[in-house]
């Protein structure tokens, strides 16, 4: 059974930083390509970044240019969002997304910018 689980989310102030680890179980990692999307309240889910599953392909919604890298380990079949420089915008549901095949989904984590 395929597990996504993610995790470090939280409340931050404009211009804060925060990581995401999103750990994957029940599935190749190393062959699945990964991405974090993420959901703010009274929007359509969006597409934030991805990263084949060697790191040889990374993409960045436009407005996260700069601030948020992805990055994964395979060794710890975890992938990573590292967020910079956070503004009142970033504030949604952050989901990993696992595809090899098949999608699989986590259950999100919420993020928060805010003074």
């Known amino acids: 059974q395929v597990q996504i689980v993610e995790s470090g989310g939280g409340f931050v102030q404009p211009g804060g930083s925060l990581r995401l680890s999103c750990v994957v179980t029940?599935?190749?990692?190393?062959?699945?390509?990964m991405s974090w999307y993420r959901q703010a309240p009274g929007k359509e889910r969006e597409l934030v970044a991805v990263i084949g599953n060697i790191g040889g392909i990374i993409e960045y919604l436009d407005s996260v240019k700069g601030r948020f890298t992805i990055s994964r380990d395979n060794a710890k079949n975890t992938v990573y969002l590292q967020m910079n420089s956070l503004k009142p915008e970033d504030t949604a549901v952050y989901y990993c997304?696992?595809?090899?095949?098949?999608?699989?989904w986590g259950r999100g984590t919420q993020v928060t910018v805010s003074s």
């Open positions: 029940g599935l190749q990692f190393s062959s699945s390509s």
């Open positions: 997304k696992a595809r090899r095949g098949y999608e699989y």
